[in-house]
């Protein structure tokens, strides 16, 4: 339940007007702050996702339940399906600073991969199961052989 609250019975500063928020007190602009965040990344994947374009044309060669997560559309489906917040990273996608890939098999995960320029090779940043719980070195070691060939 949102509530304005009168500015005359809960002291506010400058042009923020105090409201309540689900019974804890909150400020407007604190409010649209946090909408705003989210409508810019609602905004920005809902403009991705009407064109879909993957972004890596080139055929790359993974092993049988590894796949390769190549659209901000299929981010988003990998999201959804492993309840994580992957499709927050449409950006790095979309810039080729970052691609993923989902993993299928008696361990499911989602893999966030980088390119290592340093050390000129392809890392992991981030591996997760679903709903972000940690994966086991096993699947880790998979992944890690997958890119490997890269």
Request: aromatic residues 6%; hydrophobic residues 35%; positive net charge.
């Given at each position: 339940?949102?509530?304005?609250?009168?500015?005359?019975?809960?002291?506010?500063?400058?042009?923020?007007?105090?409201?309540r928020l689900?019974?804890?007190?909150?400020?407007?602009?604190?409010?649209?702050?946090?909408?705003?965040?989210?409508?810019?990344?609602?905004?920005?994947?809902?403009?991705?996702?009407?064109?879909?374009?993957?972004?890596?044309?080139?055929?790359?060669?993974?092993?049988?339940?590894?796949?390769?997560?190549?659209?901000?559309?299929?981010?988003?489906?990998?999201?959804?399906?492993?309840?994580?917040?992957?499709?927050?990273?449409?950006?790095e996608l979309?810039?080729?600073?970052?691609?993923?890939?989902?993993?299928?098999?008696?361990?499911?995960?989602?893999?966030?991969?980088?390119?290592?320029?340093?050390?000129?090779?392809?890392?992991?940043?981030?591996?997760?199961?679903?709903?972000?719980?940690?994966?086991?070195?096993?699947?880790?070691?998979?992944?890690?052989?997958?890119?490997?060939?890269?």
């Amino acid at each position: 339940m949102l509530e304005l609250l009168n500015k005359d019975i809960h002291q506010g500063t400058g042009n923020v007007s105090p409201i309540r928020l689900d019974n804890s007190s909150d400020s407007t602009r604190e409010l649209m702050a946090g909408f705003h965040d989210y409508a810019t990344n609602l905004k920005s994947c809902s403009n991705l996702c009407k064109k879909p374009k993957p972004l890596y044309t080139e055929s790359i060669n993974l092993p049988k339940g590894i796949t390769l997560i190549d659209t901000p559309q299929a981010l988003a489906a990998e999201g959804k399906k492993m309840r994580n917040c992957v499709a927050s990273y449409t950006r790095e996608l979309m810039a080729n600073r970052s691609f993923f890939l989902h993993v299928s098999g008696k361990e499911k995960a989602t893999v966030q991969v980088e390119n290592n320029s340093a050390k000129r090779c392809f890392e992991i940043t981030q591996i997760k199961g679903v709903a972000n719980v940690e994966v086991s070195k096993e699947t880790v070691n998979r992944v890690k052989k997958a890119i490997s060939t890269f």
